[in-house]
Nanobody
């Protein structure tokens, strides 16, 4: 099982980015997926999660600005980030966990079994 993120970059406040994560080695459609982020000196925080059936949950700090989505045909997870601000600066990680329940999602990092290497997002002028 391998997760590979991409799309991180330096962006100005108010800008947008789309992060991508590809899961290989397993059947993507069987996995609950999530995005987490970790800023320097801070804990890894929940950002967004999506169930196998497409139900989503977003952290309060990103609601209305971020969107999580998945494309099972491409084994890909996405995080569309709009109206970025300096507080969004962090390394962003995608995570996956197999699930037999299609509507279940997870918001705790400890619930996930597989992690990507992370991609850096920096919001600065």
């Amino acid at each position: 099982v391998q997760l590979v993120e991409s799309g991180g970059a330096l962006v100005q406040p108010g800008g947008s980015l789309r992060l991508s994560c590809v899961l290989s080695g397993v059947t993507f459609g069987n996995y609950v997926m999530g995005w987490f982020r970790q800023a320097p000196g801070k804990e890894r925080d929940f950002v967004a999660a999506i169930s196998r059936s497409g139900i989503t949950n977003l952290a309060d700090s990103v609601k209305g600005r971020f969107t999580i989505s998945r494309d099972n045909a491409k084994s890909a997870l996405y995080l569309q980030m709009n109206s970025l601000n300096p507080d969004d600066t962090a390394v962003y990680y995608c995570a996956g966990r197999i699930s037999v329940v299609s509507d279940r999602l997870h918001i705790r990092a400890n619930d996930y079994d597989h992690w990507g290497q992370g991609t850096q997002v920096t919001v600065s002028s």
